[in-house]
């Protein structure tokens, strides 16, 4: 299942509201090979996460991440590279986020069109309910810091990097790109570049307007009964395959509760109707709501690229974040390009986004 059902899940969860019908993943297309490009060296290795130990769903704490290599990494030994964080969606891993983006392709693609080699880093952020909305929770673990503090520690600590903010970028698509707004607003002092890509789950859970339908109600109370039945986390999530494990993923991010066992969270509803204390919870994630609270923060950045597809759902809310960021004077790019959701997403990280952090990323170290 693709990261695109994720914006399903949110449609659901976090506005109380039926999900839109199911669709089937879009191809990615794949930008044609470079003539000449150089090969990109690729190492799977485990990165041990501090923020991550003692969660209550008993998700791993030492997790997959892919490195991306330029080519002159080897040859160049005392060259140091600025680094580029880019944060995988819903339902997928690390694994599967290099497939949907086609690195190294993509990469080697990127630097033989001209972009300055740097490195690249996926990270794994893939919880027992196929995602941890990069969220700081007791019960699936602190994501936020895994992602800004851990591997950001373990890279500088491994590799020749140019260890400052401003050699770092930090991208992400869908619940990828949710976690480049909230990790981006929060830590200016790790990132000096962000670059976000069809963020899904910008919004709060709807407080007003008509209550839920009763087919609205009837998908809650199921979703409540499963939970109620769930002897662990585990046996909850072999029950709910992909999407649907959305809604407990995103109950288990935004509203744990270590008093609540065996899965630890508290689901936005009761019988079927909204919990408001719950709820509350929700809303006190979305980027919408907290954005300025950061903005001095966001001010920080050298720049802020955000894109998405204009026929991806998540363009509405895409565009408000853009109109947040203008309204308070911070300079950002921003486009609406031909696509889907999904459909770009290859050559979007070939063409824009590594050549944004090209132009952006500091390739000294001695920048100011």
């Given at each position: 299942m693709s990261s695109t059902k994720l914006?399903?899940?949110?449609?659901?969860?976090?506005?109380?509201?039926?999900?839109?019908?199911?669709?089937?993943?879009?191809?990615?297309?794949?930008?044609?090979?470079?003539?000449?490009?150089?090969r990109v060296a690729v190492e799977r290795i485990k990165i041990h996460g501090a923020a991550l130990e003692g969660n209550l769903e008993g998700d791993a704490v030492d997790r997959d991440a892919f490195v991306f290599l330029p080519p002159s990494y080897e040859k160049e030994k005392r060259r140091r590279y600025p680094v580029v964080y880019a944060l995988h969606g819903y339902s997928i891993g690390a694994e599967q986020?290099?497939?949907?983006?086609?690195?190294?392709?993509?990469?080697?693609?990127?630097?033989?069109?001209?972009?300055?080699?740097?490195?690249?880093?996926?990270p794994d952020s893939k919880t027992i309910y196929n995602g941890s909305m990069y969220s700081s929770s007791a019960t699936t673990g602190d994501f936020e810091n895994y992602v800004?503090?851990?591997?950001?520690?373990?890279?500088?600590?491994?590799?020749?990097?140019?260890?400052?903010?401003?050699?770092?970028?930090?991208?992400?698509?869908?619940?990828?790109?949710?976690?480049?707004?909230r990790i981006g607003?929060?830590?200016?002092?790790?990132?000096?570049?962000?670059y976000i890509m069809?963020?899904?789950c910008l919004s709060p859970m709807s407080g007003g307007g008509p209550g839920p339908t009763d087919q609205m109600k009837e998908r809650a109370i199921a979703g409540e009964k499963k939970a109620a039945a769930a002897r662990s986390p585990a046996d909850l999530a072999a029950q709910s395959p992909g999407f649907g494990a959305a809604q407990y993923a995103t109950a288990a991010a935004f509203a744990p509760n270590p008093k609540n066992p065996p899965l630890y969270f508290d689901l936005p509803t009761q019988d079927g109707v909204p919990r408001p204390e719950v709820v509350a919870k929700f809303a006190a994630n979305s980027p919408l709501a907290f954005?300025?609270?950061?903005?001095?923060?966001?001010?920080?950045?050298?720049?802020?690229a955000i894109d998405v597809g204009d026929q991806d759902g998540?363009?509405?809310?895409?565009?408000?974040?853009?109109?947040?960021?203008?309204?308070?004077?911070?300079?950002?790019?921003?486009?609406?390009?031909t696509g889907t959701h999904t459909s770009a997403v290859a050559d979007r990280f070939q063409n824009h986004v590594i050549p944004f952090f090209s132009r952006k990323l500091c390739f000294t170290e001695n920048c100011k």
């Open positions: 914006f399903l899940a949110c449609a659901f969860v976090m506005a109380i509201g039926p999900a839109p019908p199911l669709t089937a993943q879009v191809e990615t297309h794949v930008p044609d090979v470079v003539p000449g490009a150089k986020w290099t497939h949907e983006i086609h690195v190294p392709q993509t990469i080697e693609g990127a630097f033989a069109k001209g972009s300055t080699e740097m490195i690249v880093v996926l800004s503090r851990d591997v950001v520690a373990y890279i500088d600590a491994h590799y020749r990097t140019i260890a400052g903010r401003l050699s770092r970028g930090l991208v992400g698509h869908s619940m990828g790109g949710y976690g480049a707004t607003m929060k830590h200016p002092d790790v990132f000096g570049a962000l069809s963020p899904c954005a300025d609270q950061y903005i001095g923060n966001l001010k920080q950045y050298r720049a802020i998540l363009r509405v809310d895409t565009t408000k974040l853009h109109e947040v960021l203008d309204n308070y004077g911070i300079h950002n790019s921003f486009e609406i390009y």
